[in-house]
């Protein structure tokens, strides 16, 4: 039986030595994060709301609301790989995205979404676990994924860009907008790390950044 949303505070709780907010330094896996779509304002969200049309998987929209508490993804490994907490993400690197309320990842996959008639995007697996189709590669300038930059998150397996471009719900989700993928890249595709519980990097990345400073 798959178990029920995890509550943010006691999930924070159990993560030990981490550091609040947002700021400098590389995002790192099993850091608990919200995404803000630069272009539209919006955060990447999820709840246990499903598509009534395409695959009727669990549904991901933009929500305006900074404060809500089904706008956190946890940053994991790719597909059957490990990533150590606190290791820095590299840019290039294929990563998975964990709803933290329902424990299912962002995936994609070749349906058409609802409103825009792009790729659909939703939330797929149980307690984390799901298959390929939930990697996505992260884009970004430099060496690791910086907490202060813009990045883009290509899906590896169709090639699509996660996007928002503004068309917005009905009822039962009114005002949400439509979270999907597209095939070329533009400023619709743009996100950055806002609020967050970003695990302290490991000591392999500290020795670079000495050797780097010396």
Same mark, same amino acid.
């Given at each position: 039986?798959?178990?029920?949303? /995890?509550?943010?505070?006691?999930?924070?709780?159990?993560?030990?030595?981490a550091a609040r907010g947002g700021g400098s330094g590389p995002v790192t896996c099993g850091s608990v994060v919200k995404l803000l779509n630069v272009r539209h304002n919006v955060r990447? *969200?999820? *709840?246990? /709301?499903?598509?009534?049309?395409?695959?009727?998987?669990?549904?991901? &929209?933009?929500?305006?609301?900074?404060?809500?508490?089904?706008?956190? !993804?946890?940053?994991?490994?790719? &597909?059957?790989a490990v990533c150590e907490r606190g290791q820095p993400v590299r840019c290039g690197q294929a990563i998975r995205l964990t709803h933290l309320g329902t424990g299912r990842n962002l995936h994609s996959h070749n349906f058409v979404s609802p409103l825009s008639g792009n790729q659909e995007v939703s939330a797929f697996g149980e307690d984390g676990e799901g298959d390929y189709l939930d990697d !996505? &590669?992260?884009?970004?300038?430099?060496?690791?994924?910086?907490?202060?930059?813009?990045v883009r998150f290509q899906h590896t397996s169709?090639? /699509?860009?996660?996007?928002? &471009?503004?068309?917005?719900?009905?009822?039962p989700i009114n005002g949400q907008r439509e979270v999907h993928g597209m095939a070329t890249s533009s400023q619709n595709n743009y996100?950055?790390?806002?609020?967050?519980?970003?695990?302290?990097?490991?000591?392999?990345?500290?020795?670079?950044? *000495? *050797? /780097?400073?010396?």
């Open positions: 039986m798959r178990r029920g949303p /995890v509550p943010v505070v006691a999930f924070v709780l159990a993560l030990g030595a990447l *969200h999820s *709840h246990d /709301v499903r598509y009534g049309s395409g695959s009727g998987q669990q549904s991901v &929209t933009g929500v305006s609301a900074a404060d809500d508490g089904n706008s956190y !993804w946890r940053v994991r490994g790719r &597909t059957a !996505w &590669t992260v884009l970004c300038s430099g060496t690791y994924w910086a907490r202060d930059s813009e169709t090639d /699509v860009f996660l996007s928002v &471009t503004g068309e917005q719900y009905g009822r996100w950055k790390v806002m609020e967050g519980i970003f695990m302290q990097p490991g000591e392999v990345f500290k020795a670079e950044q *000495h *050797h /780097v400073e010396l």
